[in-house]
């Protein structure tokens, strides 16, 4: 490093074209170490990478290679140790990644910057980085699809209410209720594994924006890396952050589901409904009111996802007025994505354990099932098998519910000779299809509630895992 006439340390790696030093307060503005430093691994593997392609193409002697690999490798020690010193003054992690490798193995070092800028490198290093938490975030996701078609199996034929408007609307199971959350998360995987195949491509080549007048080969990093490709077009391959936008759209998707089935939980849980438990380790209590057990959990991630939400935001007006090629906004990619990454990580985790442990109180679920008169749809179907136009059979079986509301009881509880009085056609069987057993067990078709067909899905989904 080179030194300027006032003593200050001149600027780093471009101290050649400067008559000052960077003033403190923007050396301190612009830089990014203090989150940058997470990529150092990918970093460094990219590093290798590149080293390696360049003795290959014949821009690097073997024994230089040599060196400047042994000298990353070291420098991954230093920082896996927790002995590496970071200066905010090297701006980034690969400004202080290279000067490390410069004072450890001398002046070899500064060749490993040949035919690359910070520009493709730091693209590379984000697309290595999310590609691994997105390989972190599948496995967890992929267990708590597990964990709820665990669930869906073991509760088929556990009666709990169905709600369309929060109001009592036709019984369902709670099996079924737990693969309908298993369908949504499965999407959200789906759109992981999509969002992983498209950036899944080596920006690594693509210099500042133009390419590189040195006889790089670029497949040769892509496959190292385990890129599937390069990316096609240089300015391109340095510009481009949808990868992130799109992750960052699908931790925003999964977290809106995530958030949904914590209401209910939250519903649930409490005194009113009491449909499901929590055990006590994944709830706190009150600080004042003794007899309080709080679904913190459920709380946490319906209060995450609004910082989740906001980190897609962040991108995407990040990239809204950028012109080609790299700018230094992209340096702003970095917190919103790793925030994003790292929330989403910890919900799904956080679901995973929490479900395996949830304990639906059966009996109480089977209780609210018949409140609300849910099985009218029933007795109308019943008319209309009978050959009852459906228009009539929901007439004649609203003033049933009408007659039962006004004697204070449900639907299901009326005599044969109450419904009789409203219409004469009734018979025994109109009181069987009442029952909640015969409700559910009746919807016996693909997509339907029956506990057979939610065994046979829950059997589906698991094939899928
Ligand atoms: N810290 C920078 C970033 O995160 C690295 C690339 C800097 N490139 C540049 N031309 N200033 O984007």
């Known amino acids: ?61 073997e024994a230089e290679r040599d060196r400047i690999v042994a000298g990353l490798e070291q420098v991954r020690s230093e920082i896996d140790a927790g002995t590496f010193a970071w200066s905010v003054a090297l701006e980034d ?32 290093d984000v697309r290595l980085w999310l590609r691994d938490a997105i390989d972190g975030i599948d496995l967890a996701l992929t267990r708590l699809l597990g964990v709820l078609v665990d669930l869906g199996e073991r509760e088929a034929a ?17 099996g079924h209720h737990m693969l309908a959350w298993h369908e949504m998360a499965a999407r959200d995987r789906e759109r ?27 497949a040769h990093t892509a496959a190292a890396l385990g890129f599937d490709a390069p990316c096609e077009n240089s300015l391109d391959a340095v510009a481009d952050r949808d990868f992130a936008i799109e992750f960052a759209a699908f931790a925003s998707l999964l977290m809106v589901h995530l958030s949904r089935w914590s209401e209910e939980l939250v519903l649930w849980t409490s ?43 962040a991108l995407l007006v990040l990239m809204k007025g950028q012109p080609l090629a790299y700018n230094k906004d992209n340096q702003e990619d970095k917190e919103p994505l790793f925030d994003c990454a790292d929330t989403v990580r910890d919900c799904v985790e956080a679901y995973a354990r929490m ?58 509880q009326l005599t ?8 004469a056609g009734f018979d025994e069987a109109a009181l069987a299809a009442l029952s909640l057993d015969a409700s559910v067990a009746a919807r016996n078709h693909l997509g339907g509630t029956a506990p057979a067909q939610v065994r046979a899905a829950a059997a589906r989904a698991r094939e899928r895992l």
């Open 1 to 61: 490093m080179s030194s300027h006439d006032t003593g200050e340390p001149a600027n780093r790696l471009w101290g050649g074209r400067f008559g000052e030093a960077t003033d403190a307060f923007v050396q301190r503005f612009t830089a990014s170490v203090a989150f940058d430093r997470r990529l150092y691994l990918h970093d460094i593997r990219g590093s290798i990478a590149h080293a390696r392609m360049l003795c290959k193409a014949g821009v690097l002697g």
């Open 93 to 124: 992690v690969h400004m202080n990644v290279e000067a490390r490798l410069t004072e450890i193995v001398g002046e070899v070092g500064k060749k490993l910057h040949t035919a690359r800028s910070r520009n493709d490198q730091v693209a590379t």
């Open 158 to 174: 556990t009666i709990m209410p169905g709600f369309t408007h929060l109001q009592s609307a036709q019984p369902v199971t709670f």
């Open 192 to 218: 992981l594994r999509d969002c992983r195949r498209r950036l899944n491509r080596s920006p690594l080549g693509a210099g500042a924006l133009a390419g590189t007048t040195f006889p790089i080969d670029r």
């Open 271 to 313: 005194a009113q409904f009491q449909f499901v438990r929590l055990p006590d380790r994944f709830c706190t209590g009150s600080s004042i009111m003794p007899q309080k057990k709080n679904p913190d959990v459920p709380e946490l991630v319906r209060g995450k996802t609004g910082r989740v939400i906001g980190s897609l935001n």
């Open 355 to 412: 479900l395996a442990a949830l304990e639906p109180n059966r009996d109480t679920l089977r209780d609210a099932a018949i409140r609300g008169c849910a099985t009218a749809t029933d007795l109308a179907d019943h008319l209309v098998r009978g050959g009852m136009p459906f228009r009539d059979a929901h007439e004649v079986v609203g003033r049933a519910v009408r007659l039962a509301l006004e004697r204070g009881r449900d639907l299901s």
């Open 416 to 423: 044969l000779a109450e419904l009789r009085g409203v219409h």
